[in-house]
């Protein structure tokens, strides 16, 4: 991200002693990701199955605001960038988050949201935008997803095999899972049960960290019955929790005080 004059070098995370600090392996450009608190770890896990997000820095920078007449400083937890030419939850390009537990923005809201508007201010006039974050949104079932699929994604791609699927579906047809995954054992590139439950698991839990359906997503894994694919409805986000968060999101924009997620 490029600095302004009234911004700071990136801050470094000292070692915590009452909470959980570390840097977690990341595939992003920005490398390894510093983190200060088991819920800023997950929501840092959460990122890494994005495949929209380019590139995902921690504390970032730290801004100079004006906050009731005087002059304080605050360095965001987080800032993320997705690809210009990718689909993205917000209209900025860029976020800067702030994760909370929603314990401390309620015992301390006199004190931090009033710096927390600032901030949102300050960088709506360089584009980029601001959101809170907490437990709500970040400790879902997506997160138990996010878990399973980002040390996997950060393994090196085996070439060769993108090269089979790639000539598979070219010359072959396959479009569904299943019979990819039958092709390439008829093949001998892959055996065994285990591998083949992997790979389903992997592929519902993408699938339904995207929003898509279980009778679609059997579909896509060649089953017969909605029944089989039923045994993957725990990987799912509560619809009724998605939806009140995103609602009240939206009032608070309209309120201007862009509330915590």
Known sequence: MRQDQDMEIRRRIP?????I???LPSRFPSGHLPFESKLEMDFLTLLQIDNGIH?????PTTLELKVDGQTRTYTPDVLVSWHSAMPRPFPQRQVMFEVKPLSVLRE???SLWPKYRAAKRHLARMGIGYRVVTERTIRTPRLANAELIAPVMLQPQDREMMGRVRALVRH???RR????????EDGGAIRGSIIEAACDLTFASAGLASGEGLPLIGKLLGHAHVATTSRYAHLADDPL?????????????????????
Request: proline share 6%; net charge positive; charged share 20%.
């Open 15 to 19: 070692p915590g002693h009452r909470s």
């Open 21 to 23: 600090t570390g840097a």
């Open 55 to 59: 590139d995902v820095v921690t504390q």
């Open 108 to 110: 301390q809201r006199a």
């Open 172 to 174: 072959k047809g396959p």
């Open 177 to 184: 899972l299943g019979d990819i995954r039958l092709c390439l």
């Open 241 to 261: 929790q998605t939806a009140a968060n995103r609602i009240s999101t939206r009032v608070a924009d309209v309120l201007g005080i862009g509330a915590p997620t």
